[in-house]
């Protein structure tokens, strides 16, 4: 089984940034596309942040665009979310998630808090 850990959550104040990371026990890490998700109390779990296997491509949910950055390293088999310009809104448990290409196998880490005060 494919391990996720997250780290690098906390609090954090109105318009500051932080770095969460996320490392992989992944075989062959660079055969799955990466992504981000976050939940906040009361609400859907939802993605915030993707990347491709090859790292060529990204995709952001519109309330974090222009805001976070994700990114890879298939060597180090880690996943970050640089996020920047933090709203009290951000606040959730931020979850990395990965997905085999072509095995569709899909693994979830823990979760990470992160608390963004006003």
């Known amino acids: 089984q494919v391990q996720l850990v997250e780290s690098g959550g906390g609090l954090v104040q109105l318009g500051g940034s932080l770095g969460l990371s996320c490392a992989t026990s992944a075989f062959r890490f660079s055969v799955y596309e990466a992504s981000w998700y976050r939940q906040a109390p009361g609400k859907e779990r939802e993605l915030v942040a993707f990347?491709?296997?090859?790292?060529?491509?990204?995709n952001y949910s519109d309330s974090v665009k222009g805001r976070f950055t994700i990114a890879r390293n298939n060597v180090k088999k880690t996943v970050t979310l640089q996020m920047n310009t933090l709203k009290p809104e951000d606040t959730a448990v931020y979850y990395c998630h990965i997905r085999g290409i072509y095995s569709g196998r899909e693994y979830w880490g823990k979760g990470t808090l992160v608390n963004v005060s006003s």
């Open positions: 990347i491709t296997d090859t790292g060529g491509r990204t």
